[in-house]
């Protein structure tokens, strides 16, 4: 019997550095499996629902007929509609946050799971701009799930394996942005690529559904592995089970719970320190880059050439968006882990954050070259392979970042309020970095400001802040378990 999946780690502490002087680095410990395995099924389907929308979400805009054919308006609905989740998230994930911290991390993810999944039911029979407005609002108001999933594995890691379990989550989003896109791009419009299949009129009238089903699904699957399955991290939930096998008192029991409760329930001002919201600064920027990047890649696959973009068809974007999600996930896997080994957590920080400049650079060479030449050519794959080379690299730096975070909370019985924290920090980001990002490309082209290519300074700009945060992180980060 594999005693790492009924026995977790112990939960560490925050006090000393990751290793102390004068002695030898610890044995790794093994990570519980069966735990950690539920959470990254979790963490999957996540970015399967939220990825699979963007190699539609523009044919879609245009399929509503508010732009008047307009193609270069279609980034204004299109960045409205990434990031309505995030608004709403913005408002309710510290909330869900602490409150995990007080009832537990479960019952929380139960709640997330299952509204989640109502959603994108709701999104996939939409067939008006408001009803798009509303199913995105609900998933956002209804789930909390990102920022609990990374309390319970800072709960399930110490300090020896912690880069090894934070690897996983870059790694789940990379396997959830392969088949999401893949499943958008694939059955979106059934009718149309299968139409003895899906020949019944409700396919018509709801084009979109099959994706947003598929990915619903998941949620569904997610809903019943938790509730049957999924063991409690919190430690003032798992106190009672815990001293009756121990055979520690009631009293000592209850102290202990009501110790625990009055920690989860100290101010956030008392949080509001240089070793968190360093840390969380840089999460938000990184998030605020990486989604404008998810918002700008699509946009620019799908806009017609004349206007600077490579006129892909959505399952063509879908079809190379999980070509980069498959390869990315492989290199995170066998590389992350190795990487901080070797050079440390901020150093790989700052080299991945680096790489942002240059996939900036390589969009408008793209919208040369094809002007240039009027078709997309071998140079203009290579140029769009090595910037999805560079964008591999730059996902690194949420693993690192996850790991900072996690070591910054003051005591461990506000983990999931220093991660609810963050998360709405990135949320507030993730608001504004869609629509920005789309709204600014279509500025730029319409009124061809730097020739269309505006949008890329800026965010080359924004890219040297990030660099110039992550400079300011800690060299080291704190061991957790003594």
Not at 13 to 37: F, H, R
Not at 261 to 288: C, D, E, F, G, K
Not at 349 to 361: E, T
Request: aromatic share 10%.
């Amino acid at each position: 019997m594999d005693t790492s999946e009924s026995n977790p780690p112990p939960i560490p502490s925050e006090t000393s550095p990751l290793v102390p002087a004068g002695t030898s680095k610890k044995p790794k410990t093994p990570l519980p499996k069966l735990q950690i395995g539920i959470l990254m099924t979790l963490r999957l389907v996540e970015p399967i629902a939220s990825m699979s929308i963007f190699p539609y979400i523009n044919q879609l805009i245009r399929e509503l007929g508010i732009t008047g054919g307009d193609y270069a308006a279609v980034g204004y609905y299109a960045g409205i509609i990434e990031s309505l989740f995030f608004v709403v998230q913005t408002l309710t994930v510290l909330r869900w946050s602490r409150l995990s911290d007080r009832i537990g991390r479960k019952p929380v993810l139960l709640v997330g799971l299952s509204g989640t999944c109502i959603s994108m039911l709701c999104f996939g029979l939409s067939t008006t701009f408001w009803g798009l407005v509303i199913s995105r609002c609900m998933c956002g108001l209804l789930n909390g799930n990102v920022s609990v999933m990374k309390t319970m594995l800072g709960e399930l890691t110490d300090s020896t394996n912690m880069a090894q379990g934070f690897a996983l989550l870059p790694i789940m989003w990379c396997i959830g942005g392969f088949l999401g896109p893949l499943i958008g791009g694939t059955l979106a419009r059934p009718q149309d690529n299968w139409p003895r299949l899906f020949a019944h009129p409700f396919w018509n009238k709801y084009p979109y559904f099959l994706p947003c089903a598929v990915s619903a699904c998941g949620f569904l699957l997610g809903f019943f592995v938790v509730l049957f399955f999924l063991e409690e991290t919190l430690s003032s939930k798992r106190r009672r089970k815990l001293t009756t096998t121990l055979g520690v008192s009631n009293g000592a029991d209850s102290e202990n719970r009501e110790d625990l409760s009055q920690t989860s329930n100290m101010p956030m001002r008392s949080l509001l320190t240089p070793t968190v919201i360093i840390p969380i600064a840089n999460y938000a920027m990184l998030a605020l880059l990486d989604i404008a990047l998810m918002a700008l890649l699509p946009l620019f696959l799908s806009t017609p050439a004349y206007l600077g973009g490579l006129g892909f068809t959505p399952s063509r974007i879908g079809l190379w968006m999980a070509i980069y999600a498959m390869a990315d996930g492989i290199f995170q896997a066998l590389f992350f882990a190795k990487i901080v080994d070797w050079i440390g957590p901020k150093r790989l920080f700052c080299v991945s954050v680096s790489c942002f400049m240059p996939i900036m650079l390589m969009f408008p060479i793209m919208s040369w070259l094809i002007h240039t030449r009027g078709v997309v050519d071998h140079a203009i794959t290579f140029i769009f392979i090595s910037q999805l080379a560079l964008t591999a690299m730059w996902d690194m730096a949420y693993g690192t970042v996850f790991m900072f975070i996690t070591a910054s909370a003051p005591t461990k019985n506000v983990l999931g309020a220093v991660n609810g924290l963050g998360q709405t920090s990135v949320s507030m980001a993730r608001v504004v970095g869609p629509a920005f990002a789309t709204s600014l490309f279509a500025f730029s082209k319409e009124h061809n400001i730097l020739n269309g290519n505006a949008v890329y300074v800026v965010f080359i700009v924004l890219a040297g802040v990030l660099r110039w945060l992550g400079s300011q992180l800690p060299d080291k980060i704190q061991d957790r378990d003594e």
